[in-house]
Structures are given as C-alpha cells and as structure tokens.
Nanobody, 120 residues
Framework: QVQLVESGGGSVQAGGSLRLSCAAS?????MGWFRQAPGKEREAVGY???????RYTDSVKGRFTISKDIAKNTMYLQMNSLKPEDTAMYYC?????????????????WGQGTQVTVAS
C-alpha cells in the first residue's frame, strides 16, 4: 500500500507559479502527476521513475518540473508560467509496475487531489 497526500494547490494569476507536493508513505517505482478539469477526461502531466527519469506531456514541457526528495518521501510538481488551461484538480499517483509511462492504468495508488485555479 502507498498513501499519498497532495498539497500546495490554490489560485494564481496567469503567468504565476505554484509548487505542489505529494507526501508518500513510500515511493513506488513510478510516481506521477495527473490532472482533470471539469467536463474533461483525466490526463497525465508527467512522471518520475525510481531512477529519476522524468517525462512530461507536451502541453507542460518547459513549464512544469517534477522532482522528488527521497529523504522526505515527497514528490513535487513545480509549475511555472501557468495558463488558464492548467486549471484542474491535480492528483498524485504511484505505480509499482516494472516500467513507467503516462498510462494511468499503470498507477495503483492515488491521492485525493489538490485544486489549481489559474485566472486570466
């Protein structure tokens, strides 16, 4: 089992920054961030593997960065140059599979989410 608790969401003006945190009871092989806007399907933001490899969805490349602090069992999502279309509930997820990808089916455990709202 992996317990995940997100924090750091809030409201920000377009162009601003936020850093989300995901406190985990332990790290899984693959740790990821997903988001879901009202009326839309959940989409992957990106992930970080146990080796530190990161991948991002095209819409956030160059703006978002995923990192982790092993000593604190915490993963982060640094979000810069935020746009109104980034508004969504953001979820932390963990997967114990043999590999990482942005496929949500690979993730066994999910947090409750933290809301990010970007005003234009």
């Amino acid at each position: 089992q992996v317990q995940l608790v997100e924090s750091g969401g809030g409201s920000v003006q377009a162009g601003g920054s936020l850093r989300l945190s995901c406190a985990a009871s332990r790290f899984a092989y693959c740790m990821g961030w997903f988001r879901q806007a009202p009326g839309k399907e959940r989409e992957a933001v990106g992930y970080i593997s146990s080796y530190g490899t990161t991948r991002y969805t095209d819409s956030v490349k160059g703006r978002f960065t995923i990192s982790k602090d092993i000593a604190k069992n915490t993963m982060y999502l640094q979000m810069n140059s935020l746009k109104p279309e980034d508004t969504a509930m953001y979820y932390c997820a963990a997967g114990d599979g043999a590999y990482c990808s942005n496929d949500p089916a690979l993730f066994n455990y999910w947090g409750q989410g933290t809301q990010v709202t970007v005003a234009s």
